[in-house]
């Protein structure tokens, strides 16, 4: 197959190309992507990750899991605010990066986050960024489920996706409800609010608010709240 040339919708710089042609669920195309485009997000944090580490910061957040942490860029709001962070990467050559860019003082486990969970840890925030609406039905709902099972009592789990308002969406190959091929491979689910509620209702869902990156995202927290006790004995 020929390669075709790849928008990678994410981040704070503006959206890079990207010659490959794949499966965004597989390991070879986000090895395929950061081979060739290296840093292709920059350095600076995103908009939603700088206000998470704010609202962890705020809430004495001591560890944070990121699924999907790329090379890291992200992740070092949150270590500048003195929390450890734990990743999950699909790529290894992303981890390498991370690992030349900020140290080897985070714990980055090499595989998919539909292979979650990969500790028993339970963490007090958790930062999934851009990520999700990459993926299908049964792996989003599994996703969701897994990252709120690894919070600890009152805590705190940051979601961005990506929404209806995008110029992308309805564009490309339509393969499910809302769901569209792209870009030669990347599989993109568009939220409206309703779909947000839908899939993150039962995970303590407290906020939905739109952040625009370079492309329009809602960004969701959601709370693990400890067992509501009974009235009056």
Not at 106 to 120: A, E, K, Q, R
Request: with cysteine; hydrophobic share 40%.
């Amino acid at each position: 197959m020929h390669n075709s040339v790849i928008l990678l919708p994410y981040g704070n710089f503006a959206a890079k190309q990207v010659d490959l042609n794949g499966d965004n669920n597989k390991p070879e195309f986000w090895e395929a992507a950061f081979t060739q485009k290296q840093e292709m997000w920059g350095f600076e944090p995103a908009h939603a990750a700088v206000s998470a580490a704010e609202l962890f910061a705020a809430q004495g957040v001591k560890n944070v899991l990121i699924p999907g942490i790329g090379y890291g860029r992200n992740a070092s709001i949150f270590t500048a605010h003195g929390m450890q962070v734990t990743g999950i990467e699909i790529a290894a050559t992303a981890i390498e990066m991370a690992r030349r860019h900020y140290g080897t003082g985070m714990t980055v486990y090499h595989g998919s986050v539909t292979d979650m969970p990969f500790d028993n840890q339970l963490y007090d925030g958790i930062f999934c960024y851009a990520l999700i609406h990459l993926l299908d039905s049964n792996e989003r709902a599994k996703l969701i489920n897994d990252c709120y099972h690894q919070l600890s009592e009152n805590g705190w789990m940051v979601f961005t996706v990506i929404t209806k308002e995008a110029p992308t969406y309805g564009t490309g190959t339509r393969i499910g409800e809302e769901r569209y091929e792209m870009f030669g491979g990347v599989k993109m689910y568009f939220y409206d609010k309703a779909a947000v509620e839908a899939e993150f209702g039962g995970a303590g869902l407290l906020e939905i608010r739109d952040i625009t990156e370079n492309y329009p995202f809602y960004y969701i927290v959601c709370r693990k709240q400890t067992t509501i006790q009974s009235g009056n004995n």
